[in-house]
């Protein structure tokens, strides 16, 4: 895993050699995102973003989109702002629901839910930001099924945070999705990285 805050053109493998050991780069992904997800109630999934998985998302997005070095650019702005800068967790959450009226329904009563998240450290809460890129809640409070937030720590709440066994809670406080989750001790520790 690389402890690194920033992705930059060097980072970024020509299509062809990505192509080539694509399989590869998305297995080693898949055991990287393994700790970084956490369920928070029925519908929602955090996945807790680093270095790591933004690199595969630009890589991908470069290998589906095959828009190379135009594109590249792009790619860095979107998703360069997802990795943590050394005193935060950066998480994107997703609303998963299969049926698509019910998904609607839900959606149509969750405007602001980007504005709830937080995370419980050693008595200590951490009140999520919302990415300010775009609003993510309509007008009509419709709230976007994807959203992404920074959590902002403090030195005490990462070293808190760090301690083996800390019992650290994450939630989301909407009135119509008030759910808890807590993390596991592989997550608390996998997430303890992302602080430099």
């Given at each position: ?6 992705l ?17 780069h ?14 928070v ?14 690199w ?30 050394g ?7 997703m ?19 980007e ?11 951490v ?23 920074h959590f902002?720590?403090t030195?005490a709440?990462?070293?808190?945070f ?13 009135p ?17 990285g992302?602080?430099?």
């Amino acid at each position: 895993m690389t402890n690194r805050h920033e992705l930059t053109t060097a980072d970024i493998l020509p299509w062809a050699e990505y192509a080539k050991d694509r399989a590869e780069h998305r297995k080693r992904l898949t055991a990287i995102k393994r700790n970084r997800r956490v369920e928070v109630g029925p519908y929602v999934t955090f996945y807790f973003e680093n270095f790591d998985t933004m690199w595969i998302q630009v890589q991908e997005m470069l290998h589906i989109e095959k828009g190379g070095a135009a594109q590249l650019a792009d790619e860095l702005a979107a998703y360069n702002p997802l990795i943590p800068k050394g005193k935060e967790l950066v998480a994107t959450f997703m609303i998963e629901i299969d049926d698509a009226l019910r998904r609607a329904r839900v959606l149509s009563q969750l405007g602001g839910v980007e504005e709830t998240a937080s995370i419980e450290v050693g008595g200590e809460r951490v009140v999520g930001k919302a990415e300010q890129d775009q609003d993510r809640t309509t007008a009509e409070g419709k709230a976007s099924s994807v959203q992404f937030v920074h959590f902002p720590f403090t030195d005490a709440q990462i070293a808190a945070f760090k301690e083996p066994n800390t019992r650290v809670i994450l939630g989301l406080s909407h009135p119509n999705y008030s759910h808890m989750a807590v993390l596991s001790e592989a997550t608390r520790a996998a997430l303890a990285g992302d602080f430099a």
